[in-house]
């Protein structure tokens, strides 16, 4: 509204202005310097032509009327009256009112002309931007919706909506908001329909490509020819093309690497299991076929055989917890237990490896009890002391130690080994990960501590690393002294009956 | 009398612990090795008729330790037995290229290892094979009682199946000898299938001793029966 009132006033003033022109030219040729008739006539007429070019066709005319009035007024004889009975009059009004009317068309084309060649000049400036920033995107990821945000910055539009129906999602992008064009964009990227508003405040266009829609996309006062529109919406396009195109082949990626994966866990499953299953049958025929007479050394066998059944039935124990904590149905089997009795539990296990590598258990006296499902934990610290001895190399010493501090209770196994990168101790809790870092690229199924750290999570605790390259590593299993709200009653009465 | 002095690698405590618990019961000198480096080491001082290596060892692949030590010590020929869980054709000839001479999938039994010991220490009696004492064949002279080749001046050792292989060859020469008869004579009577094994020594004898081993001259390959050897009389 006040825009409009601006324009009047400013219309209105020029129409003033235009007046004053005439009158300033009628005093000069009157007053200041005398002229003839003729010489009037072709002053009056210049102020006409100046005005049309400078202003336009309406301000033009009112000089001109202007101009008739005050050159038959001040020089047509008889002079100091209006009469237009003369045809002199006519003759100057004819004049003057056709040259208004052919320079201000004149000019105004011009105008026009040069307006619109800045305009596709713009235009051009701004699909040239959209389509460099289509050619550097990199990631597959939000490839729409960081299309919507371009085009509302580069062609600085107050709301844009893309349409994906692949996906269904409206990609929105602007300042404003544009609430209840989802049903037209919908029968756009369905019916390759284009729709505009009366006032030509709202397009809604189909994206095609090849003849068939692939989405649709709604501008708010776009402002553009609709050649740019074509080419604007050819863009997008190519670029919702690529995007599909990008996911596609960082699927097929993401589909070898898992199988890679399985492949690595495969190998190591099978390393792990026919390790004691190759003593096993080694002992066993031995015994079988009499290979062996002497009594000692049959009976070092039977020991053999007997202690790799034990990890054999460790290992499947294990891998059915493994496959209880992937299938997400970690249910926990709490009780009270004493710190130090983990870490010695866990040790005993190791003691066949520890003849190798010493190691040692050094827990801070008077700890309280934790509330844990035992199995579960004994299982994330073999994880641990499993690593720190892949990965360190013999005969260096790993330690084990617990200690409380701020309502935790962390039990930490200690290694001398080449440490981790700060960047691979996130990744290292990720499935399948395993750091090429050991010496001689250790086995292992790269499941060991993310296992560890979902056993830890179910208890509100959690895995802690603290490692430097080439410095060792250190991994504590933190558990709260707290237990969990849910937990409360059955911890008390375990507690009171304790 | 020992059998044998044995060397036996490999990173499991509970896996040398059998070996050696069977092995000294059936006569021979056990030797054992936790890691590719101590067994180098033990191989600098010491000499042994036969190696048993874990493919998968803890600090490092037994493979590449078994090409080590036959181009770091050509003139100690030990037996190599590679022991692995993987028994694909292409590990077996990846193991036998690497200078192996036989191949034990595991988990084995203790008569299986044993037969395989014997087969790879068992020396075929002299005379047995009927060879001559030394043949030439172009540019290259083979030298049965010194264990060596000599082809355009170079000199290389043979190992131990490699020289049986080629002599029990020279001894029938020029005529097509199968497959079975090759791997038994050599091997001894247990083998027979083993046909990878045929390619893989072949293909190491052919590098020792033919000029271009991809067109070799002399020791011939019969599609689908087995091989001879061309001896110019």
Redesign the interface.
């Known amino acids: 509204m006040s825009e409009r009132a601006t324009q009047t006033m400013s219309l209105a003033a020029r129409f003033a202005a235009s007046v004053a022109i005439v009158a300033g030219v009628t005093f000069v040729c009157y007053r200041v310097t005398p002229v003839n008739a003729t010489t009037a006539g072709f002053a009056y007429l210049l102020a006409v032509l100046l005005i049309a070019a400078g202003w336009g066709l309406w301000e033009s005319i009112v000089a001109s009327v202007a101009a008739m009035l005050l050159y038959n007024y001040y020089f047509l004889p008889p002079i100091e009256t209006l009469t237009i009975s003369d045809p002199q009059n006519w003759a100057a009004l004819f004049a003057f009112v056709v040259t208004a009317v052919i320079a201000s068309h004149l000019s105004t084309q011009a105008r026009r002309r040069t307006e619109e060649a800045l305009r596709q000049k713009r235009e051009m400036e701004r699909l040239y931007a959209l389509s460099r920033a289509i050619l550097l995107a990199e990631s597959a990821r939000d490839g729409a919706k960081e299309m919507a945000h371009q085009i509302a910055r580069t062609f600085e539009l107050p709301a844009v909506i893309l349409y994906e129906p692949t996906t269904g999602i409206f990609h929105r992008a602007g300042p404003a908001d544009l609430p209840g064009v989802e049903e037209k964009l919908k029968q756009a990227a369905l019916q390759g329909t284009q729709y505009t508003d009366t006032r030509g405040d709202l397009v809604v266009t189909a994206i095609r490509l090849g003849g068939k829609p692939i989405g649709s996309l709604a501008l708010v006062r776009p402002e553009l020819s609709d050649s740019a529109l074509q080419a604007l919406v050819n863009l997008v396009a190519i670029d919702l093309e690529q995007a599909h195109n990008r996911e596609a082949v960082s699927e097929a990626a993401g589909a070898r690497r898992s199988q890679e994966l399985k492949s690595t866990l495969l190998d190591a499953i099978a390393h792990e299991f026919k390790t004691p299953l190759t003593g096993m049958k080694a002992a066993a025929s031995a015994l079988r076929t009499g290979s062996v007479s002497n009594e000692s050394s049959r009976q070092e066998l039977v020991t053999v055989l007997d202690e790799e059944i034990d990890r054999l039935n460790q290992l499947v124990s294990e891998a059915i917890e493994t496959a209880r904590i992937e299938a997400g149905k970690l249910q926990l089997n709490r009780d009270w237990h004493a710190p130090e009795e983990l870490l010695t539990d866990v040790a005993r296990e190791f003691q066949a490896a520890s003849a190798v590598r010493p190691l040692g258990v050094k827990p801070a006296p008077g700890l309280p009890r934790v509330f844990v499902d035992a199995d579960l934990l004994r299982l994330a610290l073999r994880q641990l002391v499993h690593n720190a001895m892949r990965y360190s190399l013999a005969g260096t010493a790993v330690t084990m130690s617990a200690h409380c501090m701020d309502n935790r209770v962390f039990l930490t196994v200690t290694d001398y080994g080449p440490g981790i990168s700060e960047r691979d101790q996130e990744r290292i809790f990720e499935k399948f990960t395993r750091l090429q870092a050991g010496p001689g690229h250790p086995a292992g199924t790269g499941m060991g501590l993310a296992i560890a750290r979902e056993i830890l999570r179910a208890h509100g605790g959690d895995v802690i690393v603290r490692s430097r390259e080439g410095a060792g590593a250190e991994f504590s299993l933190a558990i709260p002294l707290e237990c969990p709200a849910t937990d409360n009653s059955t911890a008390t009465a375990i507690g009171e009956k304790q | 009398m020992s059998a044998g002095r044995i060397l036996v690698v490999d990173d ?4 040398r ?3 050696r ?2 092995l ?3 006569g021979y000198e056990v030797d054992d090795a ?2 590719a480096e101590e067994a180098l080491e033990k191989l600098r001082t010491g000499r042994y008729d036969a190696l048993l290596l874990d493919v ?6 037994g493979i590449e330790l078994c090409r080590t030590i036959r181009r770091e010590r050509p003139n100690l020929e030990p037996s190599i037995l590679m022991l692995t ?2 028994n694909t054709e292409k590990d077996k000839v990846q193991a036998l290229d690497a200078g192996a001479d036989d191949y034990i999938t ?9 037969a395989r010991i014997r087969a790879a220490l068992r020396r075929m009696p002299a005379g047995a094979t009927a060879a001559p004492e030394s043949i030439t064949l172009g540019g290259t002279v083979v030298d049965f009682a010194a264990r060596e080749v000599t082809s355009r001046g170079i000199k290389t050792r043979l190992t131990v199946k490699e020289l049986d292989l080629l002599a029990y060859m020279a001894g029938h020469a020029n005529r097509t000898l199968t497959h079975r008869e090759l791997l038994q004579a050599v091997w001894g009577p247990e083998y027979g299938d083993e046909q990878e094994y045929l390619r893989v020594f072949v293909n190491r004898l052919r590098k020792k001793m033919e000029a271009e081993p991809g067109k070799p001259k002399f020791l011939l390959t019969e599609p689908w029966v087995g091989y001879r050897l061309i001896l110019p009389r």
């Open positions: 499991e405590p509970q896996i612990r059998v070996m618990t069977t000294v019961a059936n936790r890691t998968n060892l803890g600090d490092a692949n869980v993987r595991k988990p084995f039994s203790t008569p299986e290892l044993l």
